[in-house]
């Protein structure tokens, strides 16, 4: 895969980032853009991210937030390789590790950030069928529990430090009920394709020794209009200045 005739570069936030992906395989889109949007880091924290991909989601934020600490976890070889060329070549601060995230190296395993983000995989393998695309396959489904996941997550987050993540929203209970006891002050922003369509993703952010109660923010409405307008797709004014400009989109607002 790393050969130039199996990847795109494409550019992300206006063209202020070009990454490199993968043709055939996980391709990152919207998500992790909208992901890193909702993280409030400031600068001179500590960031990390489990699952890194290709580096969209940390190298948004890094974009967007100077001077972090960010490192990434990937567990597959090919795109950890092109998540720090992407990282090198957009001079952005990503210190990419392959690592299964469920044996994550030592020194991993003794450091706390002041954020922990990530995009899981949206399927549950034992109900879904696996792609025949290894990449889009671990991607998407993969072998490790979301539990694992958000367990591994909450053990990373510092004192006081936030848990941002992006799901589908048929597994909020199972988020919910992993975090309980364990991380406080969550709030959990719906995402909708359309206004007045059934939300079918949602943000959480959740605080390490929070305790406001949970709260449930408005609904990120993604797409203006009623239906589909041909190739003239347009995207609501606020997750607009998110993808054209590299906006922040705070959860809570």
Request: proline fraction near 6%; include cysteine; charge should be neutral.
């Amino acid at each position: 895969m790393g050969a130039t005739e199996d990847l795109t570069k494409d550019d992300f936030l206006g063209g202020k980032i070009a990454i490199w992906q993968p043709k055939r395989g996980y391709r990152a889109g919207v998500d992790p853009v909208i992901l890193a949007a909702s993280v409030a880091a400031k600068s001179g924290q500590s960031v990390l991210e489990l699952g890194c991909g290709v580096g969209t989601a940390s190298l948004c934020l890094a974009a967007r937030v100077p001077d972090l600490q960010i490192t990434g976890v990937e567990v597959q070889p090919e795109y950890a390789a092109l998540a720090q060329r992407n990282a090198e070549e957009n001079a952005l601060p990503l210190t990419v590790v392959s690592a299964d995230l469920r044996t994550l190296p030592a020194d991993l395993r003794q450091k706390r950030f002041d954020h922990v983000i990530m995009n899981p995989p949206y399927f549950d393998r034992t109900a879904s069928t696996a792609s025949d695309d290894t990449g889009k396959d671990i991607a998407f489904a993969g072998d490790t529990p979301l539990q694992t996941w958000l367990d591994v997550g909450a053990r990373r987050v510092g004192p006081r430090g936030y848990l941002t993540l992006i799901q589908r929203m048929e597994r909020l209970p199972e988020v919910l009920d992993s975090l309980a006891g364990r991380l406080g002050a969550i709030i959990v922003r719906p995402i909708a394709g359309r206004a007045h369509r059934a939300p079918e993703l949602f943000l959480l952010q959740a605080r390490q020794e929070g305790k406001t109660p949970f709260r449930m923010a408005p609904t990120l409405v993604m797409h203006a209009g009623e239906v589909h307008q041909g190739d003239q797709e347009s995207y609501t004014r606020e997750v607009g200045r998110v993808l054209r400009n590299g906006a922040d989109l705070p959860i809570w607002h």
